[in-house]
């Protein structure tokens, strides 16, 4: 279950900026033909909830082409509700929609194409009241409940699809309290329950981040995030994001497992490093798979596939864009040897 994280277009496009780069000539084809040929046989695919409501009928759309494809190239998907850095309504980030930050927050006081983070500040507000479920989008409904009513509508479309494993609740979610790791716990209950009566597919529950030294993260705290109900926790999988999949980290991931019920580990995002200019070689492709492999988790998913390139983070980069159409480059290639020479 090794692949990659793949960067869509329509489900990736920002609510708050006035351009979102556009794709080559069939990218979504050819990149799953790509993955086909090099023996990629599953992918995490993350999708915004900003985008969604941006365009819904072309965000659905999209969702239908790439889980279309995925099925005619026999390759599994994995639908992650992505954020990163909150929302582009607070900064250059992509995640939550304005429907949910604009109840919360006064819009003259941001610039409205802003390229900066967003502030410590605006995202320990939007933190403590998600986890609060004490916001509501513009037309009254918490933001728990308009987030249910957002993945339903993903589900409807992939669920009874060949290549559907299943979904990701929440990416990379973030505490600034520490009693919010218990409120991370009880939005998983909540998420899981109403899930769990609509799909029969695998959910995918992310490792919870403290962003502030007032969230002290152990790991007796980091298994209050996981559901609390023992039925809710036999379909679960717990996501973790190592930059890079070192063996000492890899050994506390793996000693957290065993802590909340040896649930099974999935990597949902691995690379050599989040620093600026980071680098990767065959070498080190060849040293995380085949050490992600030794300690048996469900699958991993290196980052990224994306036609647009991180200029920041070359270890990022895994194509090539030549005459409007999308090609592997050779980090691409050292990762898909990597991976059948570790396959077996």
């Not at 899930?195 to 490792?207: A, G, H, Q, R």
């Not at 070192?246 to 999935?266: D, H, N, V």
Request: proline share 5%; with cysteine.
């Amino acid at each position: 279950m090794f692949g990659i994280n793949f960067h869509g277009f329509k489900c990736a496009t920002y609510q708050n900026r006035p351009n979102t780069p556009t794709p080559p000539n069939s990218y979504i084809d050819d990149s799953f033909r790509i993955f086909s040929q090099a023996g990629i046989k599953c992918i995490r695919f993350p999708v915004y909830w900003e985008s969604y409501e941006k365009n819904p009928e072309d965000f659905n759309q999209e969702i239908d082409d790439v889980s279309d494809m995925a099925d005619k190239y026999d390759i599994s998907c994995i639908y992650d509700n992505h954020q990163w850095e909150c929302s582009s309504y607070l900064g250059y980030g992509i995640g939550f929609p304005n429907s949910i930050l604009s109840q919360a927050f006064q819009r003259n006081h941001l610039n409205e194409h802003s390229q900066n983070a967003p502030s410590h500040e605006d995202l320990e507000k939007f933190w403590n009241v998600w986890w609060d479920d004490g916001l509501k989008n513009n037309e009254g409904k918490s933001g728990w409940d308009a987030q249910l009513d957002y993945f339903k509508s993903i589900i409807k479309i992939v669920n009874h699809k060949k290549s559907t494993i299943g979904f990701e609740m929440l990416n990379e979610p973030q505490v600034f309290r520490q009693g919010d790791f218990k409120n991370v716990g009880s939005y998983h209950n909540y998420i899981l329950r109403n899930l769990n009566t609509i799909t029969d597919k695998i959910l995918f529950l992310c490792y919870t981040n403290s962003a502030s030294f007032n969230a002290i993260n152990l790991p007796t705290e980091q298994a209050r995030t996981v559901p609390s109900n023992s039925n809710l926790k036999k379909k679960i999988i717990f996501d973790v994001h190592p930059y890079p999949p070192s063996f000492l980290l890899m050994e506390y991931y793996k000693m957290l497992s065993s802590i909340i019920g040896k649930t099974p580990l999935y990597v949902g995002e691995f690379n050599a490093g989040i620093k600026k200019g980071i680098t990767i070689n065959e070498k080190q492709f060849n040293e995380y798979v085949k050490r992600l492999k030794d300690f048996s988790i469900y699958g991993g998913a290196f980052w990224e596939w994306s036609y647009v390139p991180d200029d920041e983070h070359p270890a990022f980069n895994l194509t090539q864009i030549r005459d409007n159409k999308i090609y592997p480059n050779a980090s691409f290639e050292s990762l898909s040897k990597s991976i059948k020479e570790n396959s077996n």
